[in-house]
């Protein structure tokens, strides 16, 4: 027997998310059928209209509503540190803890497997913005994972290059946070105690 076109579709779908198997995906389809009209449409709306007025930060690369975002507009921070992460939600994580400074989002991380390689993050920009503005510190938290390791590991030798032909400044602090992150661990589920811990932790990178 074959499923209505709709519902088989709704269940593709679904199960194109990450984490959701072909079992999840038919029981959240179900589970929309049992639900009315509106609740249905609205949901679907919803979802439609996800991206719009949304931009990145030209800056940071951060998703924002406003371009340069709240974070680089805000005069209270410290301008002087840099935070490199991978993710939107890690600046979210982040932003629960003491940390005041500023942050770069990469975008993801390199991962040859997936096709991913340094020209598809913001790599070059981060670069850019090193070369431009003179920075104290410069906090390398991708996650603690392979890919993690290996996208700051890419990163810091970028910059080493970079400070042997005086592009950048040789005085910049390049620092890691801190372990007591599980190993090969996501940065946006870490605990709001285990990431203060690991950023005032911090540590020069090499
Ligand atoms: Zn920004």
Redesign the pocket.
């Known amino acids: 027997m074959s499923l209505p076109k709709s519902i088989q579709k709704t269940i593709n779908e679904f199960s194109r998310l990450p984490g959701i198997g072909s079992k999840t995906a038919a029981r959240l389809t179900f589970y929309l059928l049992t639900k009315s009209n509106e609740d249905v449409k609205n949901f679907g709306s919803t979802i439609a209209n996800l991206k719009e007025g949304l931009v990145f930060?030209s800056?940071?690369?951060?998703i924002?509503e406003s371009d340069?975002?709240k974070?680089?507009l805000d005069q209270d921070r410290n301008i002087d540190i840099l935070c490199v992460v991978e993710e939107p939600l890690d600046v979210i994580a982040l932003e629960k803890t003491n940390y005041k400074g500023l942050?770069h989002v990469l975008g993801g991380v390199i991962s040859p497997i997936d096709g991913v390689g340094p020209e598809n993050l913001r790599i070059a920009q981060l670069l850019d913005r090193l070369k431009k503005r003179n920075f104290k510190e410069l906090i390398m938290a991708t996650d603690p994972s392979l890919e993690g390791e290996a996208t700051a590991s890419y990163i810091v030798d970028e910059i080493e290059k970079l400070k042997k032909s005086d592009k950048i400044k040789k005085d910049l602090r390049i620092t890691r946070i801190a372990r007591g992150l599980p190993v090969g661990g996501d940065l946006e589920y870490a605990d709001e105690v285990t990431l203060e811990r690991a950023i005032e932790g911090r540590r020069k990178y090499r």
Do not use: A, L, R
């Open positions: 930060c800056k940071c690369f951060n924002s340069p975002c974070i680089c942050y």
